[in-house]
């Protein structure tokens, strides 16, 4: 998208916000913000309308150790690239006159403020002068550049609209809410390669890894990591010597370790104080590092380790497909060729693509968390649950069941799905990464429906001892008998019924006769392949090597259907 789709795209965003709130517009431009820079706003009140103090808006946050307090001035049009009005600024230069004069505050709140929300204002005050209350002003509207010369110094945030295009293009990448600032202390050198030698702004200092300890104790919500193709291993063994340096050998950790790569908006040195910040800090390599000790008790405070900085600006100007393009393309390069300790896997270097962010975003908006990344599910399942968003497919998950819907691919199929090594390999990929997020979802939920009455056929015997083997190959098998039937995979019609399936509790008997009918095609398949390999090579063939062979299953896939399918098919996904 280009400055002006970006624009569109934050009215349909903001309107979406206002129907579903039953907001005004400009209460729904204020909540839409808060929701998309903040994490977590709490206690939100929208103060906006006459005699409101020039505040529309208050809110807290609370990361579980520190709680701040935030008031909100905001201008809205829905007009493309106007120039913020006068009065935007006016108002600017008039609160922060009030809020900074302790003498101006009374008159304020007799004259500006209606009775109710001066005792609101008071505690706000209280918060302000204690050092836990924010000033934000933000608009939709372009800068004014003669009058916001005239507010930019104030130690208050300020947006405009290329402002909140910015944080768009973040948010799409699933990097918002924004990281605080990181500050390294006692940093007595930065090394950096000359403008002309480099694509972009990389410097390299040695840290302390206790600042980031400390860093992390603020970051519940691992924000720090966003953008990062991986979590948290776990105990690996190599984690286990990172730790252990770490809390035994401190003064070898820096030439011990592989380092940490971090992005960055920019980077600040105070050569005076030693102190070198990091605006908007993401780290993309050396998760494993981080998170290995991240839990010691009393971390030494003279560890260090290589901390390579790689500063992308905000992307501002017309120009901004073509921006977009290049900053994905050098995140891209440096997840894949950043040195990594622990083994990386090809589906962990596709967890921020296009095609993996689309799907996350996706599912989320059906209340399921697509996991792009090992075990994210598992570490904010709590906080997910919060918020009504249940566990949805993972990533490799996800990718095996488009491979078994493009089962008359050559170079798909249930057998190919079984290999994430070969399913994740670039011509492989590239096919399953064309697919449309309706048809994944709607795979997802056919997915769903199999797990649950393949566990109610369970008791049978001949079921039970196939064991998971069959799980690829069926899937792909219903996918044929439905597409025989003529039922649409990828069509929004098709969504509701499954997800009354999935949502349903009781039990169809429709649908667990139709799944154990194609069981029993894959087994009476299975049978009659184990005597004829048992008559050519005199040995019996496995389970397991029967399902994971191309060869077989191409066969099963092509035998013609003699189960009555038509008669479920048209009942269960067409109902005709």
């Given at each position: 998208?280009?400055?002006?789709?970006?624009?569109?795209?934050?009215?349909?965003?903001?309107?979406?916000?206002?129907?579903?709130?039953?907001?005004?517009?400009?209460?729904?431009?204020?909540?839409?913000?808060?929701?998309?820079?903040?994490?977590?706003?709490?206690?939100?009140?929208?103060?906006?309308?006459?005699?409101?103090?020039?505040?529309?808006?208050?809110?807290?946050?609370?990361?579980?150790?520190?709680?701040?307090?935030?008031?909100?001035?905001?201008?809205?049009?829905?007009?493309?690239?106007?120039?913020?009005?006068?009065?935007?600024?006016?108002?600017?230069?008039?609160?922060?006159?009030?809020?900074?004069?302790?003498?101006?505050?009374?008159?304020?709140?007799?004259?500006?403020?209606?009775?109710?929300?001066?005792?609101?204002?008071?505690?706000?005050?209280?918060?302000?002068?204690?050092?836990?209350?924010?000033?934000?002003?933000?608009?939709?509207?372009?800068?004014?550049?003669?009058?916001?010369?005239?507010?930019?110094?104030?130690?208050?945030?300020?947006?405009?609209?290329?402002?909140?295009?910015?944080?768009?293009?973040?948010?799409?990448?699933?990097?918002?809410?924004?990281?605080?600032?990181?500050?390294?202390?006692?940093?007595?050198?930065?090394?950096?390669?000359?403008?002309?030698?480099?694509?972009?702004?990389?410097?390299?200092?040695?840290?302390?890894?206790?600042?980031?300890?400390?860093?992390?104790?603020?970051?519940?919500?691992?924000?720090?990591?966003?953008?990062?193709?991986?979590?948290?291993?776990?105990?690996?063994?190599?984690?286990?010597?990172?730790?252990?340096?770490?809390?035994?050998?401190?003064?070898?950790?820096?030439?011990?370790?592989?380092?940490?790569?971090m992005l960055c908006e920019r980077h600040i040195h105070n050569p005076g104080t030693?102190?070198?910040?990091?605006?908007?800090?993401?780290?993309?390599?050396?998760?494993?590092?981080?998170?290995?000790?991240?839990?010691?008790?009393?971390?030494?405070?003279?560890?260090?380790?290589?901390?390579?900085?790689?500063?992308?600006?905000?992307?501002?100007?017309?120009?901004?497909?073509?921006?977009?393009?290049?900053?994905?393309?050098?995140?891209?390069?440096?997840?894949?060729?950043?040195?990594?300790?622990?083994?990386?896997?090809?589906?962990?270097?596709?967890?921020?693509?296009?095609?993996?962010?689309?799907?996350?975003?996706?599912?989320?908006?059906?209340?399921?968390?697509?996991?792009?990344?090992?075990?994210?599910?598992?570490?904010?399942?709590?906080?997910?649950?919060?918020?009504?968003?249940?566990?949805?497919?993972?990533?490799?998950?996800?990718?095996?069941?488009?491979?078994?819907?493009?089962?008359?691919?050559?170079?798909?199929?249930?057998?190919?799905?079984?290999?994430?090594?070969?399913?994740?390999?670039?011509?492989?990929?590239?096919?399953?990464?064309?697919?449309?997020?309706?048809?994944?979802?709607?795979?997802?939920?056919?997915?769903?429906?199999?797990?649950?009455?393949?566990?109610?056929?369970?008791?049978?015997?001949?079921?039970?001892?196939?064991?998971?083997?069959?799980?690829?190959?069926?899937?792909?098998?219903?996918?044929?008998?439905?597409?025989?039937?003529?039922?649409?995979?990828?069509?929004?019609?098709?969504?509701?019924?499954?997800?009354?399936?999935?949502?349903?509790?009781?039990?169809?008997?429709?649908?667990?006769?139709?799944?154990?009918?194609?069981?029993?095609?894959?087994?009476?398949?299975?049978?009659?392949?184990?005597?004829?390999?048992?008559?050519?090579?005199?040995?019996?063939?496995?389970?397991?090597?029967?399902?994971?062979?191309?060869?077989?299953?191409?066969?099963?896939?092509?035998?013609?259907?003699?189960?009555?399918?038509?008669?479920?098919?048209?009942?269960?996904?067409?109902?005709?």
């Amino acid at each position: 998208m280009n400055r002006k789709e970006l624009f569109d795209f934050t009215l349909r965003s903001i309107k979406e916000k206002s129907k579903k709130f039953r907001l005004a517009e400009p209460q729904g431009f204020i909540k839409w913000f808060i929701e998309l820079y903040f994490l977590n706003p709490q206690e939100v009140f929208v103060s906006d309308g006459s005699k409101d103090g020039k505040i529309d808006c208050f809110f807290n946050t609370n990361n579980g150790r520190n709680v701040k307090h935030y008031l909100v001035n905001a201008k809205y049009t829905s007009e493309y690239d106007n120039k913020a009005p006068v009065k935007f600024y006016e108002e600017i230069s008039y609160f922060c006159h009030v809020v900074q004069n302790k003498d101006a505050r009374g008159e304020y709140l007799q004259k500006a403020v209606k009775p109710e929300l001066a005792q609101r204002y008071k505690k706000l005050f209280d918060y302000y002068d204690a050092g836990t209350a924010n000033l934000v002003f933000v608009t939709n509207h372009t800068k004014n550049d003669p009058h916001y010369k005239e507010v930019k110094e104030l130690s208050i945030k300020i947006f405009h609209l290329d402002d909140l295009i910015q944080f768009i293009v973040d948010d799409i990448d699933i990097a918002m809410p924004r990281t605080d600032d990181l500050v390294l202390n006692d940093i007595h050198n930065v090394l950096s390669p000359d403008k002309k030698d480099t694509e972009v702004s990389t410097s390299i200092v040695f840290a302390k890894l206790y600042d980031f300890v400390k860093y992390m104790e603020d970051d519940p919500y691992d924000l720090l990591f966003a953008r990062n193709v991986r979590l948290d291993l776990g105990n690996t063994q190599v984690n286990k010597e990172i730790k252990k340096t770490f809390e035994s050998k401190p003064t070898e950790f820096a030439f011990s370790n592989n380092g940490i790569t971090m992005l960055c908006e920019r980077h600040i040195h105070n050569p005076g104080t030693k102190e070198l910040t990091i605006v908007n800090p993401r780290v993309v390599n050396g998760s494993q590092t981080l998170h290995s000790i991240r839990t010691i008790q009393t971390p030494p405070l003279n560890a260090r380790v290589m901390l390579r900085i790689i500063e992308i600006p905000p992307l501002y100007g017309d120009d901004l497909p073509e921006k977009i393009s290049k900053k994905k393309d050098i995140m891209n390069k440096i997840a894949i060729r950043s040195n990594q300790q622990n083994q990386i896997k090809l589906w962990n270097l596709v967890a921020n693509d296009d095609f993996q962010l689309e799907l996350y975003r996706f599912f989320r908006g059906k209340g399921f968390f697509y996991e792009r990344r090992e075990k994210e599910y598992k570490t904010r399942s709590r906080e997910l649950r919060s918020v009504q968003i249940y566990q949805g497919p993972s990533l490799t998950s996800m990718c095996q069941l488009i491979c078994c819907y493009k089962w008359h691919d050559k170079k798909l199929g249930p057998a190919v799905a079984r290999n994430l090594a070969k399913l994740f390999d670039g011509a492989t990929y590239d096919i399953i990464k064309a697919t449309n997020p309706e048809l994944a979802y709607q795979l997802f939920l056919l997915d769903k429906i199999i797990y649950k009455y393949w566990g109610l056929l369970a008791n049978k015997k001949y079921i039970s001892n196939l064991k998971n083997y069959p799980h690829q190959s069926l899937f792909s098998l219903i996918i044929k008998v439905t597409e025989l039937s003529n039922v649409k995979w990828g069509n929004p019609d098709l969504t509701p019924i499954l997800e009354d399936y999935c949502n349903n509790d009781s039990e169809y008997k429709n649908l667990r006769n139709f799944v154990k009918s194609c069981i029993d095609f894959i087994y009476q398949h299975y049978k009659k392949t184990k005597q004829a390999y048992l008559k050519k090579e005199k040995d019996a063939l496995s389970i397991a090597n029967y399902f994971k062979s191309n060869l077989y299953m191409s066969s099963l896939l092509k035998q013609n259907i003699y189960f009555p399918y038509k008669k479920f098919t048209k009942k269960l996904f067409l109902k005709i």
